[in-house]
Nanobody, 125 residues
Framework: QVQLVESGGGLVQAGGSLRLSCAAS????????MGWFRQAPGKEREFVGR????????HYAESVKGRFTISRDNGKSTVYLQMNSLKPEDTAAYYC??????????????????WGQGTQVTVSS
């Protein structure tokens, strides 16, 4: 079993930055790709980005491309989401998850498991 714990959320002004962390415990996740998703109030949870098991490949949603960067430290069993140039529309609860099933797409939530409890990011205008 894998447990994921997100941290690093908070309140930030538009244009600011935050770095989220996703710490894994239990079974190792170093051999798995990891994803970040977010869910704003009243909206469906949406894909933010994904990083390969090695960290060598990343893929981002168009809405965050060029502003967000995913990285990982397999030695620390931790995945990071660096968020720059934040906008009010980035306000959401952010979740990490393990990409356990690859069916040709990175963004399908059904292919992810072991979701964390989420960390809230609020961007004020």
């Amino acid at each position: 079993q894998v447990q994921l714990v997100e941290s690093g959320g908070g309140l930030v002004q538009a244009g600011g930055s935050l770095r989220l962390s996703c710490a894994a415990s239990g079974r190792t996740v170093s051999g798995y790709a990891m994803g970040w998703f977010r869910q704003a109030p009243g909206k469906e949870r949406e894909f933010v980005g994904r990083i390969s098991w090695s960290g060598g490949t990343t893929h981002y949603a168009e809405s965050v491309k060029g502003r967000f960067t995913i990285s990982r430290d397999n030695g620390k069993s931790t995945v990071y989401l660096q968020m720059n140039s934040l906008k009010p529309e980035d306000t959401a609860a952010y979740y990490c998850a393990v990409h356990v099933l690859y069916r040709g797409t990175d963004s399908s939530q059904q292919d992810y498991a072991y979701w964390g409890q989420g960390t809230q990011v609020t961007v004020s205008s």
